[in-house]
């Protein structure tokens, strides 16, 4: 059974900095692996997608790389602002069969302070 | 705007009550997913249809919960005689695997379910 794990699960970071959030998987054989943001008592935003054959990708401020054969995954947010302030999940999609559900962590909390 | 939509977006019932929710897709989106969210935990994947073919439940899934897309468009959740422990935000999603990113997966914003 695919497990994913988000450290850490909570970060407050002052404005201007650059960080990383770590997500990691326990079962190598994904199709691909999405980051999201969620807003509190909001729906998801995808963020980036990557590829099993990718190892990354990037869009404006964000970087997001997989390392599948060790099972894990990075989102370097860069230059963070107070709106970036919220919960980052990430999600594996399997690659075996019809399955197409996403298994999610359980998030990590930001907080980008002024 | 032509994302995911949900309907409602809050709905408070009490115990032992039924529940339908609602979920319009992205037009031509085939896939159609449905996911739970339970408070400070990541979603859980209910079920997912195909057109309106249902492939995959989750055993998550007990039997008072059901799922259609009778026209693959939109879709349906009811559950039957609600349980505290349903509280939670009920979140869709729809994709289209030949087109864009990879089947990537847009989501709704949700449907928070409070049952007292």
């Known amino acids: ?114 | 705007d032509t994302g995911v939509s949900q309907d409602p977006r809050h709905k408070i019932t009490k115990r032992g009550q039924n529940v339908t929710f609602r979920c319009d897709p992205i037009s031509e989106h085939n896939r159609l997913y449905w996911y739970r969210q339970t408070l400070g935990q990541g979603p859980e994947f209910l079920t997912y249809f195909q057109n309106e073919a249902q492939l995959e439940k989750s055993r998550l899934l007990s039997d008072r919960f059901s799922a259609e897309r009778p026209k693959g468009s939109f879709s349906t959740l009811e559950i039957q005689r609600t349980e505290q422990g349903d509280s939670a935000m009920y979140l869709c999603a729809s994709s289209f695997p030949f087109r864009g990113a990879y089947n990537e997966q847009f989501f709704g914003p949700g449907t928070r379910l409070t049952v007292l």
């Not at chain 1, 997500?23 to 199709?31: H, K, L």
């Not at chain 1, 990037?58 to 602002?81: C, F, M, P, V």
């Not at chain 1, 399997?94 to 999610?104: D, E, H």
């Open chain 1, 1 to 114: 059974k695919q497990e994913v794990t988000q450290i850490p699960a909570a970060l407050s970071v002052p404005e201007g900095e650059n960080l990383v959030l770590n997500c990691s998987f326990t079962d190598s054989a994904i199709y691909n692996l999405q980051w999201f943001r969620q807003d509190p008592g909001k729906g998801l935003t995808s963020l980036l997608l990557i590829q099993s054959s990718q190892r990354e990708q990037t869009s404006g401020r964000l970087n997001a790389s997989l390392d599948k054969s060790s099972g894990r995954s990075t989102l370097y947010i860069a230059a963070s602002q107070p709106g970036d302030s919220a919960t980052y999940l990430c999600a594996v999609r399997p690659r075996n069969g019809t399955a197409s559900k996403l298994t999610f962590g359980t998030g990590t909390r930001l907080q980008v302070t002024l």
